[in-house]
């Protein structure tokens, strides 16, 4: 099974993110060949072999890093070519969280799911019933919050940190039974 996790990371704290998925998903799938790759640095081939895409970014002015929505612009001409169909997807973003889990966490993560729907791909959400969700879980996907009570910048938290291993587990627990 070949997983690439593409993500956007100023400060280090999505990149933490994204560390915190791989290392749960080679837990529940050992044999997982994982990418990890900035998304300005993703190729289009990348996308190709992989069967499971996860992407992650920040959230930048309440939606998702230029350097993300740049390699989905760029993906757009495996959308012609329908490349990416009945491969899985599953996403990831940290906010700085002022007030809560972040201006636009949600709407960012969604605007990812979107992205792989008009793939034709098929999402894999974040279940409530695992653990770690409480801390950095939605629906959507796995997040963090970077910021500290008051937003000023601090990192994403160790549960944060579970959560998103936790995820990760899920995700390559989901993989094994739908991959060939
Ligand atoms: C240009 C810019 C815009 C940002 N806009 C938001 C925002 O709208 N909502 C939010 O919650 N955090 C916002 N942040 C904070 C980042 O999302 C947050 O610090 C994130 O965890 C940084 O991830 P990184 O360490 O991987 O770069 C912004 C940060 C930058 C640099």
Redesign the pocket.
Same mark, same amino acid.
């Given at each position: 099974m070949n997983v690439l996790i593409a993500? &956007?990371?100023?400060?280090?704290?999505? *990149? *933490?993110?994204a560390d915190a998925i791989a290392a749960g998903m080679r837990v529940s799938c050992s044999t997982a060949d994982i990418t990890l790759k900035s998304a300005i640095d993703t190729a289009l081939d990348d996308l190709v072999v992989a069967d499971v895409i996860v992407f992650g970014?920040?959230? &930048?002015?309440?939606?998702m #890093?230029w350097q993300m929505k740049q390699l989905i612009d760029r993906a757009g001409k495996l959308w012609m070519e329908g490349t990416l169909e009945g491969k899985l997807g599953a996403v990831f #973003?940290?906010?700085?969280?002022?007030g809560g #889990?972040?201006?636009?966490?949600e709407t960012t993560m969604v605007s990812l799911h979107s992205n792989f729907l008009e793939h034709g791909m098929i999402v894999v959400g974040f279940p409530k019933s695992l653990p770690g969700y409480a801390d950095g879980g939605l629906q959507w996907g796995a997040y963090?919050?970077?910021?500290d009570h008051t937003g000023m910048?601090a990192t994403?938290s160790d549960a944060a940190l579970a959560a998103a291993r936790s995820y990760g587990a899920y995700i390559a627990e989901v993989a094994v039974k739908l991959v060939k």
């Open positions: 993500c &956007h990371s100023d400060y280090g704290n999505t *990149k *933490k993110m970014t920040p959230v &930048h002015m309440g939606s #890093a #973003a940290t906010g700085g969280g002022f #889990a972040g201006g636009g966490v963090g919050r970077s910021g910048p994403v």
